[in-house]
């Protein structure tokens, strides 16, 4: 019975200061929303592809399980050459300003000979140049390195996309915090509220029931009809006691 009261409790607190919930809720969303659209440089990521075979000068006759086998193991050992200071200063050469592998990612499903190689930039159209540079310099470099020549660009970049901010969904996080945080202060302000609002407070408080109620009075000494009406509709049990109309 004491949780369900204390529940009843909270969501009268709750319901009573809703607006400020609200208004918490939008706000940080707006924040979020202005941030993300005007304060945060967006990053774009383009993708470019090739694929590990042997080229038709080497291709056997036959199907060959061992050699896509080789292939399969060796695109380990690309995937760290093409991050690798041999690859990305020749990039940075070419591309006109310095390349990080921070910039250049690279994944390959399990068992693929097919090599996906991403590049990240601020600018949309430099991160498609970016991604199709990385591979033309790591598909000519490749064979002085290795002494092989199984780089075959199967595709290349053709647009951009931005990955990040994500304006929805950083807004859609604000508001659910902003809400959590609107809802948490309204329940701690209303623990330390310590003020007498109703007779229920009272009984409460003291643990006695209240049986008589002093009705609002003006400033002509006239105690207001309607609060009078109002109490007695309110109490609904009880005895109301001294309760009179009277005039100065």
Excluded: C
């Excluded at 609107?182 to 407070?201: C, H, M, P, Q, R």
């Amino acid at each position: 019975m004491q949780q369900a009261n204390a529940l009843k409790e909270m969501f009268e607190v709750i319901k009573k200061r809703f607006v400020w919930i609200l208004l918490l809720a939008i706000g940080a969303g707006t924040v979020s929303g202005l941030f993300s659209y005007y304060w945060v440089t967006p990053s774009y990521q383009s993708s470019s592809q090739f694929l590990v075979q042997t080229t038709k000068e080497q291709e056997q006759p036959t199907y060959d399980a061992s050699q896509i086998s080789t292939n399969i193991d060796l695109i380990s050992t690309y995937n760290v050459i093409i991050r690798s200071p041999r690859i990305l200063d020749i990039v940075s050469e070419e591309f006109g300003r310095g390349v990080s592998a921070q910039n250049i990612t690279v994944s390959s499903e399990s068992g693929s000979q097919v090599v996906t190689v991403g590049a990240t930039d601020n600018d949309p159209e430099q991160v498609v140049r970016l991604a199709n540079t990385v591979v033309e310099v790591f598909k000519e470099e490749i064979p002085k390195l290795m002494y092989v020549n199984n780089v075959n660009i199967i595709a290349e970049a053709k647009g951009a996309q931005q990955i990040s901010p994500n304006p929805v969904l950083n807004i859609a996080i604000a508001v659910v915090l902003g809400t959590m945080v609107g809802a948490g202060l309204v329940l701690l302000f209303g623990y330390f509220d310590n003020t007498i609002k109703s007779e229920a407070d009272i009984e409460r408080l003291v643990d006695i029931p209240v049986i008589g109620v002093i009705s609002h009075v003006d400033h002509k000494g006239v105690i207001l009809k309607e609060e009078f009406t109002k109490a007695q509709r309110k109490r609904g049990r009880g005895v109301l006691l001294n309760a009179k109309k009277k005039t100065v």
